[in-house]
Structures are given as C-alpha cells and as structure tokens.
C-alpha cells in the first residue's frame, strides 16, 4: 500500500492505493462517512472494504475528501466531495491500465456519494453502498440505476434502516439486465456495532459472486462477437462468390 498526494480540484487530496495484483485486473474506489461526523478514509469499516477488494487483487483507492486529514479544500455539502471522488478515479484509472472491471464502495455517506457517482461514469461495474443515509438523501437521481450492486443495512440504524431503504427505492428505476440487491445485518446499528464481521462476509459473498457472472458474461459476449464476426465474413465470401457466377454467365 502507498500513500499518495493527487493534485485535486481543490488542492492535494490524501489517499491510500494499493496497485491491482497484475495487468487487467479490477479496481475499486473505497469512499468514507461524513466529514463532519468525523469520517476521514481511516474509518474501520472503510478501511475493511479497503482490505477485501486488495484481498481480490484488485487495484484499490481510499482517500479523505477535501478539508479532511491532509486534503485541501473545505467541506461542500456533498458538491464538492463528488467532484473529488470523480477526479480520483479519472486519477486511478490512469494508473492502471484496462482494468477488467471498475467498482465503487462507501459507507454513510461514502454509500451516497457512490450512487451519484454510477450516474455519471458509465464505466462502473458495480458498487456497495453500506448503510447509505436514507432518511437525510433522496435517491430519486438513479434514474435509472446503471449498475448492479448491493445495499446494506443495519436493521436497527435509525439514519438507514430498511424501511428508509426500501422506502427511497421505490421511485428508483434500474436498467435492463441492472438489479439493486438489498441486505440486512440483523440487530446492527449505523455503525455496524459488533457486526463488522458479519458485514464484510455480506460484501464478500456479493462481490465474489458478481465476479464469476461478471466473467461469465464476458465470455458469453465475446463468444457471440466472435460467431457474428465469423457470420459477416462468410456472408462476404458469399456475396463474393454471387458475384463472380453473374460474371461468369455474362
């Protein structure tokens, strides 16, 4: 793991990067709760997210939104801290190169953050949004959702429960083949009190499946591209061939 100082929009943004495990490899965005609540990228549970996807190989990022930690700038109502989180993954995905996948994780207010972010960058793949703050945030803006991920929450956090979740979805709309999956830790706070554990295995088993059909889809599409390409070239020879016999005739 490295830490690096990313000349951002607002003056040096402080993270934390860890390189994917080999060329082509996934990448991930790891974003932390409130500023203003004291969340900085050294959060436990940011930090855990951090330290599953490393686990995976993944290429993977954290870093402190502007006026947090070492980073420039002051806190933007959620303005500003979106530009950042944009900017890094411009900055990240210059770093690697082709990366197989791109994720985006956060918690709180990190989770809120992650889903305006699949609406502007298309490249996303997927996204964890612990414990997003359901009851201070509309979530009308995925609309429609261009990405799978997956939603937890605590069933007794009083900012996120799972009637705010399901609450805040149902004006939600997702795109064709795109599914919000949603989860609960039972007996858990906003702060995952004690269940930090059962947390991280939820994301796991989440990524980890998405993974494999993730793989799978690639290889189906690329199966399809492969016998539509060799269906246009024989359909070439054979237009080629009508060709040559009407000459031959005349």
Known sequence: MAELIIPGPAGRIEARYTEPAQEGAPIALVLHPHPRAGGTMQDPITIRLYQMFEKRGFGVLRFNTRGVGRSQGVYDQGVGELEDAAYVLDY????????RFVWCAGYSFGAWITLQLLMRRPEIDGFLAIAPPCNHYDLSFLAPCPASGLIISGENDKISGPKDVERSLTKVRVQKGEVIERDTIAGANHFFVDKHEEL????????????????????????????RGAAAIANQSDDVEDDEDEGDDD
């Open 92 to 99: 990240m995905e210059n770093l690697t190169e082709n990366p």
């Open 200 to 227: 991280i295995a939820k994301c796991e088993a989440y990524v980890d499946r998405r993974l494999v059909e993730d793989e799978q889809k690639m290889r189906l599409e690329a199966d399809t591209s492969k016998k």
